[in-house]
């Protein structure tokens, strides 16, 4: 915390930042301010609350400074049970009423599973097999917002801030974790970001493997196949250097060719033990080309894996990856990578439930980010305090045995004390 508070700048904010890590970790319904500093400082309610409210509202300190440092205290923890195995992408939703909160729109929430107003939120997280920590968050801007000036001032947006999709967010994200040296992890990512063909050429450019959700729509060259090559030269002119296809040459859908695999072609694989039972399903894998506008180029997609699952019950497969993991990956080490995107979800149901990531009550930019950076550093903390013990211990079977009452103890409104001997 001493860390934390120096990262933060002025003296001033060392104790505020101190005293809000501290109600976020305490027990309570709410994690807004004003319940927080009753907490805190009964005696003296409202002479707290404004020193949380400037920490939190006012105060210029650097986010990114912040979540780095946590990110250098916890990471070194993390890392004493395993090495860092994937980057995690991820967004999420916090479902809010009127239209004056920075960000809010109607727009998909994941949280609620529809359409509604809300503010969406896009992260990067680094993972080991046990752990992981969110070491990148920013809100999601839309483009009615990012555009409307007076809004913007309202809220305090920076005016560096312009119209980012979430996909560009994310790889912004990616490159200063490369800048800052990271350990390095293979990215994760569902399908709203794997579908899109820019931010999978991003990340191979930055020599980062990945496997990634896509949606049934995505075309692929079946096994063996390609793009036909350019067009042979003529009498004048520039030689042809373009793919092409022709009528009966085409693509199909990463669906279509679920759908005609042999059933031999899946195996059923367990790929995690979950709380009530083993979780498993059938899945197959193959290497295909990605198809994308590939007749504007001059050579073929790279091949890569496309991982399918298909549950037994279920009349057509539910799920597909691409990954550029290496070709002779198994296929149970490619469905568990794929599969470890699921430790984010935890993380995001602490944070929201028991650390009050959704509950700050302010509008504008700055109060946004610097109330979730330091609920993500609270976090770190119980996620360096979790490491400290095996895996076992974490999940529950520490061993230590809770003092009881002494003999002599009365609840505060006992109606008599105890009968002597």
């Not at 968050?137 to 001032?153: F, I, M, N, T």
């Not at 995505?218 to 030689?239: H, I």
């Not at 669906?255 to 367990?270: D, H, N, V």
């Not at 979780?279 to 091949?303: G, I, M, N, T």
Request: charged content about 25%; overall charge positive; some cysteine.
């Amino acid at each position: 915390m001493d860390g934390l508070a120096i990262t933060a700048g002025h003296e001033d904010r060392q104790g505020p930042l101190k005293n809000y890590c501290k109600g976020l970790l305490l027990p309570g319904e709410r994690k807004s301010i004003e319940p927080m500093a009753a907490r805190l400082n009964p005696s003296n309610v409202q002479a707290t609350r404004q020193s949380l409210h400037h920490l939190v509202a006012k105060a210029p300190w650097s986010d990114q400074a912040l979540l780095d440092h946590v990110r250098q205290q916890v990471l070194p923890a993390m890392q004493k049970h395993g090495p860092v195995v994937a980057w995690i992408v991820d967004d999420t939703g916090f479902p809010k009423k009127g239209q004056h909160s920075v960000g809010v729109t109607r727009q998909y929430c994941g949280q609620v599973g529809k359409q509604e107003n809300c503010r969406i939120a896009v992260s990067l997280s680094v993972a080991t097999w046990d752990s992981s920590l969110p070491i990148a968050y920013r809100l999601y801007l839309p483009k009615d917002w990012a555009d409307d000036a007076a809004r913007r001032e309202k809220t305090e947006v920076p005016e560096e801030v312009e119209f980012q999709t979430k996909p560009e967010i994310v790889l912004d994200q990616i490159r200063a974790a490369v800048a800052a040296q990271v350990s390095r992890g293979v990215v994760l990512a569902d399908a709203a970001y794997g579908i899109n063909t820019e931010f999978r050429d991003a990340l191979t450019q930055l020599e980062l493997p990945y496997v990634v959700g896509v949606q049934g729509s995505m075309t692929v060259w079946e096994p063996g196949k390609q793009p036909l090559p350019a067009k042979p030269r003529g009498k004048t002119g520039r030689p042809p250097r373009l793919l092409q296809r022709t009528s009966d040459h085409q693509p199909i859908s990463v669906k279509q060719l679920g759908m005609r695999l042999p059933s031999s072609a899946f195996q059923e694989i367990t790929w995690r033990e979950g709380t009530a039972r083993k979780l498993r399903s059938r899945f197959a894998a193959v290497r295909v080309r990605p198809a994308h506008r590939d007749y504007e180029k001059a050579e073929p997609h790279a091949e890569e894996w496309l991982l399918i699952e298909w549950p037994r019950n279920e009349p057509e497969p539910t799920k597909y990856w691409m990954s550029t993991l290496p070709p002779n990956t198994q296929l149970k080490a490619l469905i568990k990578m794929a599969k470890h995107r699921w430790i984010i979800e935890r993380d995001y149901q602490e944070l929201k439930q028991e650390l009050g990531l959704g509950h700050l009550e302010g509008r504008n930019w700055r109060g946004f980010h610097h109330h979730a950076t330091l609920c993500i550093a609270a976090y770190g903390f119980l996620v360096a305090e979790r490491n400290r013990f095996s895996p076992s211990a974490r999940a529950g079977h520490l061993g230590f045995v809770a003092p009881g009452p002494t003999p002599d103890f009365r609840p505060r409104g006992s109606p008599r004390s105890p009968r002597a001997a």
